[in-house]
């Protein structure tokens, strides 16, 4: 009975594991995609558009913006990067880093969102036995499997969906409710006792 239900667990968390590679799919320039599209009823563009910019100046204060408007339309579009880690428990380490596009185009009561473009730049020890990108070396996912083993091809698409959903994830709690900004500010009065 105890192998059973060993097993039953082990069965559901590598279900769990592969389910986000699963989250990422090609689109029609066959590179790897994460889109969504999510109706905001009653949220006029405007409203969207400053809650998005909220969003990736405080969640992910690193990335490049770029912000057009076109006719009842308007888009944010970036580049940033995550971190990949190989490893379990206490031997995890850096082992490079992916750079990905991101694109959010507001209408009134709906926007969409899509993360492509991942570029894996693998990281070697530098002299200081730091962890450092690799000069000019940078590898499409789509293209990994031929650079790549096997096994960390998995890892890095396991770790790009999970991150993914969790980008996702954010932006949605923060076009649903924008945080607020904490106006009382202390202030120090030195003229009195």
Not at 14 to 22: D, M, N, R, T, Y
Not at 55 to 82: C, D
Not at 100 to 120: A, H, S, V
Not at 132 to 154: F, H, M, N, Q, Y
Request: charged share 25%; proline share 4%; with cysteine.
């Amino acid at each position: 009975m105890k192998s059973l239900i060993t097993a039953l667990v082990f069965i559901t968390l590598v279900k769990v594991g592969f389910a986000q590679q699963e989250l990422l799919s090609f689109d029609e320039h066959n590179k790897y995609i994460y889109y969504q599209v999510m109706d905001m009823p009653g949220f006029p563009a405007d409203t969207l558009h400053n809650r998005g910019i909220c969003f990736l100046k405080t969640v992910v204060p690193k990335v490049k913006l770029k912000q057009t408007v076109a006719a009842g339309e308007t888009s944010i579009s970036g580049a940033g990067k995550l971190i990949t880690y190989t490893g379990i428990g206490i031997m995890r380490h850096e082992c490079g880093e992916i750079t990905y596009l991101f694109n959010i185009e507001i209408k009134d009561q709906k926007y969409r969102y899509w993360l492509t473009g991942f570029t894996f730049t693998p990281y070697k020890r530098d002299r200081y036995d730091n962890q450092v990108p690799e000069p000019g070396v940078e590898i499409p996912l789509e293209a990994a499997s031929t650079k790549l083993d096997k096994r960390d091809i998995t890892s890095y698409l396991n770790q790009t969906g999970a991150f993914c959903k969790e980008f996702g994830d954010k932006l949605k709690l923060y076009m649903v409710n924008a945080p607020k900004k904490d106006e009382s500010i202390k202030k120090i009065v030195t003229d009195k006792w």
